[in-house]
């Protein structure tokens, strides 16, 4: 079983960064595949960012790509996102996931672990 808290949220302007981190527990994170979700209020969950078990291969929605990076740590069960030129439309609560398989992927319902997620919220 893998046990996942959030960390980084906040208030930001928009333009600005932010470097959200997700802390794994278990001895098996390098088994799994991790992902970056959001969900603004009124909206269903929308895929940000997944990356594999090893941390070669990631993807990205087209919302963020180009603005956002995933990178994990499997040492330290760290995965990142980190989040630049930020924008009124990315505020909403952002989950990490894992998956098990290694493999990445954009579903969320292929994610068997969530957070429980940070806020994100960006001022104009």
């Known amino acids: 079983q893998v046990q996942l808290v959030e960390s980084g949220g906040g208030l930001v302007q928009a333009g600005g960064s932010l470097r959200l981190s997700c802390a794994a527990s278990?001895?098996?994170?390098?088994?799994?595949?991790m992902g970056w979700f959001r969900q603004a209020p009124g909206k269903e969950r929308e895929f940000v960012a997944t990356?594999?078990?090893?941390?070669?291969?990631?993807d990205y929605s087209a919302s963020v790509k180009g603005r956002s990076t995933i990178a994990r740590d499997n040492a330290k069960n760290m995965v990142y996102l980190q989040m630049n030129s930020l924008k009124p439309e990315d505020t909403a609560v952002y989950y990490c996931?894992?998956?098990?398989?290694?493999?990445?992927?954009?579903?969320?319902?292929?994610?068997?672990?969530w957070g429980q997620g940070t806020q994100v919220t960006v001022s104009s």
């Open positions: 996931a894992a998956r098990g398989g290694g493999i990445i992927d954009s579903y969320w319902m292929s994610y068997e672990y």
């Open positions: 278990g001895r098996t994170f390098d088994r799994y595949a």
């Open positions: 990356i594999n078990a090893s941390g070669g291969v990631s």
